[in-house]
């Protein structure tokens, strides 16, 4: 996903060309779709073409991170520099991620390898977001409204447990119930009844 996000974020502005307005015809003539919007025939040869050909690319491009990033802690485990070529071998153990986003280095070799003037690579791209936006979509509206109800269900049963758990005869729970309770009143009152000095102030200004 971080390689598409990197591709809108290259070209502001994609356009859909079908395969006959591709062959000889201006990107002017080619339909620019709405929010991304394009209808996408999984079965076509030239998307899953450019989909196989962007797998590829970045499963090369992660397996070479991962084979630097080995070398460089083994090496470091030895205390010895890192070899700035490794082998080509398969990396033990996949190098733990936290969370999903790219370092500057990591986009800038990403930008290497996949040339954001690429039209089809940009069309790829452009057809895949759409299919996953579409999925996104269905999977949202797809929940019913039994699934709603029993979700809630749960909510509550967690509440009602939760209220079970707090002990009624403590005195120190009285004595914050009261101050929350006197709080709101006072708030309450302030929001009904405006200061005396802003009802005297208004009075000024009337005459």
Not at 6 to 27: D, I
Not at 85 to 108: K, V
Not at 136 to 143: D, S, V
């Given at each position: ?8 974020r ?47 690319a ?5 397996t ?16 010895k ?11 033990s ?94 708030h309450?009152?302030?929001?009904e ?15």
């Amino acid at each position: 996903m971080a390689l598409l996000a990197m591709q809108t974020r290259k070209s502001t502005t994609v356009y859909a060309c079908s395969p006959e307005q591709k062959a000889g015809v201006e990107k002017s003539h080619c339909t620019n779709q709405p929010n991304g919007a394009v209808d996408i025939d999984l079965d076509d040869p030239e998307v899953q073409g450019a989909a196989t050909k962007i797998q590829a690319a970045f499963r090369g491009h992660k397996t070479r991170k991962e084979t630097k990033q080995t070398a460089e802690s083994s090496a470091r485990d030895a205390g010895k520099p890192a070899d700035p070529h490794p082998p080509h071998s398969q990396p033990s153990a996949p190098p733990s991620r936290t969370h999903n986003t790219l370092t500057d280095q990591e986009l800038a070799e990403l930008e290497q390898e996949f040339s954001p003037d690429d039209p089809d690579l940009n069309l790829a791209a452009t057809r895949i977001q759409a299919n996953f936006r579409g999925h996104m979509a269905r999977k949202q509206q797809g929940k019913s409204d039994d699934e709603l109800s029993k979700e809630l269900e749960k909510l509550d049963a967690k509440d009602a447990e939760e209220e079970l758990d707090i002990d009624l005869t403590d005195p120190d729970l009285h004595k914050a119930a009261t101050k929350i309770q006197a709080s709101f009143r006072g708030h309450k009152v302030r929001k009904e009844d405006p200061k005396p000095q802003e009802k005297e102030g208004e009075g000024e200004d009337g005459q």
